[in-house]
């Protein structure tokens, strides 16, 4: 009995240690020499695949940024690996410790804050329709009785429907696993609309077969700041991040990752996004800040 409760103890203590170390991103990074890094497949110019296991963008390489300054801080060469993530899976993977750095397009709000925490604010993103040049659909009144495509996980259809010309339409939704999915159900014809970030819906149609098929249309449906995100209660990385992104803007870098990755030729195809930098994006890098949507919208 004694054995068995011994055992227990053990395994209590192993678990509390491990879920501190969790939290504690530094300490866990500078035993293990690893860090992993959340990546999306087609979140826009924001973090997309490469193929063959390579990522890249605008959120990729600020993330690098902030890598690069957590080796400083530990010590040591640390290796980064990247774990591909879902609007659906990513934030649960950054609470259980699988993902340290979120690099994707994570809109920050109260809900959340409540699980997670953020770096200052690199983007403000405005959530857009995207349909076909040829659809007759030029903004929110002529989606009754259409099929809208979203991206499982996200917000975006339940911003159109809160939205007051949206009120008494009637339109049918359709959920995508993951942005491209999304992108293919509006490319393909299984829906007439694609609501989501318009960074992610320039950078979609940008890398399509053929991107005059498609437009941006209608009004503005909110204004959400994009972060990136690490565990809750990690005081030391929180801190490395946050002087890494505030120095950046400091510096000008960012606006020229921005100009880099939204209005020039990106790989894999040279194609360009073409996306200009908002006045609320510029606003919120003169005035660094990890506030929510929340108070976005109280403007």
């Known amino acids: 009995m004694k054995f068995k409760l011994a055992a227990l103890t053990l395994a209590v203590l192993a678990s509390g240690a491990a879920f501190a170390q969790a939290t504690d991103t530094v300490a866990k990074v500078k035993a293990s020499g690893v860090v ?40 040591r060469k640390v290796e980064v690996k990247y774990q591909p993530v879902t609007s659906q899976n990513r934030i649960p993977l950054v609470q259980n410790g699988t993902v340290d ?20 604010t690199t983007f403000v993103e405005e959530v857009r329709i995207a349909v076909k040049a040829n659809s007759g659909i030029n903004g929110i009144e002529q989606m009754g009785g ?14 159109l429907r809160k939205n007051k ?4 339409l009637d339109f049918k939704e359709l959920f995508g696993k993951d942005h491209s999915d999304s992108f293919l159900l509006l ?29 941006l249309v209608g009004e503005v449906l909110s204004v959400e700041p994009i972060a990136i995100m690490i565990r809750k209660d990690d005081a030391a990385f929180k801190k490395i991040g946050d002087d890494t992104v505030k120095e950046m803007m ?6 020229k990752l ?41 403007k």
């Open 187 to 215: 490319e393909s014809g299984r829906a007439d609309a694609f609501v989501m970030d318009g960074a992610i819906l320039a950078g979609n149609i940008a890398t399509s077969k053929n991107p005059a098929d498609f437009k």
């Open 165 to 168: 010309r949206a009120s008494g």
């Open 101 to 120: 750095i979120e690099c994707g397009s994570t809109t920050n709000n109260a809900t959340r804050q409540k699980d997670v925490a953020f770096l200052p």
């Open 250 to 255: 400091k510096s000008g870098e960012i606006a």
């Open 146 to 159: 259409k099929t809208v495509a979203t991206t499982t996980g996200t917000t975006s259809v339940q911003t």
């Open 36 to 75: 992993t890094m959340g990546v999306r497949d087609s979140s826009g110019a924001l973090s997309y695949t490469l193929g063959d296991g390579k990522y890249a963008g605008y959120h990729v390489e600020i993330c690098n940024k902030v890598i690069a300054n957590l080796e400083k801080a530990v010590g």
């Open 258 to 298: 921005w100009d880099t990755w939204f209005q020039q030729p990106i790989p894999p195809k040279n194609t360009k996004v073409g996306y200009a930098v908002s006045a609320s994006t510029k606003e919120a890098w003169a005035n660094p800040n990890d506030k929510p949507m929340e108070d976005y919208a109280a």
